[in-house]
C-alpha cells in the first residue's frame, strides 16, 4: 500500500519560514521524481517544485529563490522548506510521487500565510 504523509503546515505571518516534509512508504522512493504542488481556493492545483531521482530540480516563478526541495533517499522522504512567506503561497500543499507507469498523492497540508 502506498503512502505519502505530508507535515510541517501551519499558520505563518509574512516574511516566517515553514518546512514541509513528506514520508513515503510503499514506492521504490529513488527511482521517482518527487514534487510539491499546491492549491489556493478557487484555483488549480499547481507546481511548485520537483526533485527528480537523477538530482535535477524545478520550480514555479513565484517561488523560485524562495523555496528550496530536498530529499532524503535513505529516509524517503522529501523537504521543501519555504522561506519569506507571502500570503499569496496560502493554499493546501499536496505532496507527488511520479513514477514510470503511475502518480501518487498525498493527502496535503494547509499552508496560511497571514498577520
Known amino acids: 500500500q502506498v503512502q505519502l504523509v505530508e507535515s510541517g503546515g501551519g499558520l505563518v505571518q509574512p516574511g516566517g519560514s515553514l518546512r514541509l516534509s513528506c514520508a513515503a512508504s510503499?514506492?521504490?522512493?529513488?527511482?521517482?521524481?518527487m514534487g510539491w504542488f499546491r492549491q489556493a481556493p478557487g484555483k488549480q492545483r499547481e507546481l511548485v517544485a520537483t526533485?527528480?531521482?537523477?538530482?535535477?530540480?524545478t520550480y514555479a516563478n513565484s517561488v523560485k529563490g524562495r523555496f528550496t526541495i530536498s530529499r532524503d533517499n535513505a529516509k524517503n522522504t522529501v523537504y521543501l522548506q519555504m522561506n519569506s512567506l507571502k500570503p499569496e503561497d496560502t493554499a493546501v500543499y499536496y505532496c507527488?510521487?511520479?513514477?514510470?507507469?503511475?502518480?501518487?498523492w498525498g493527502q496535503g497540508t494547509q499552508v496560511t500565510v497571514s498577520s
Open positions: 507527488n510521487a511520479k513514477g514510470p507507469i503511475i502518480a501518487y
Open positions: 510503499g514506492i521504490a522512493f529513488s527511482i521517482y521524481t
Open positions: 526533485f527528480t531521482s537523477g538530482g535535477g530540480t
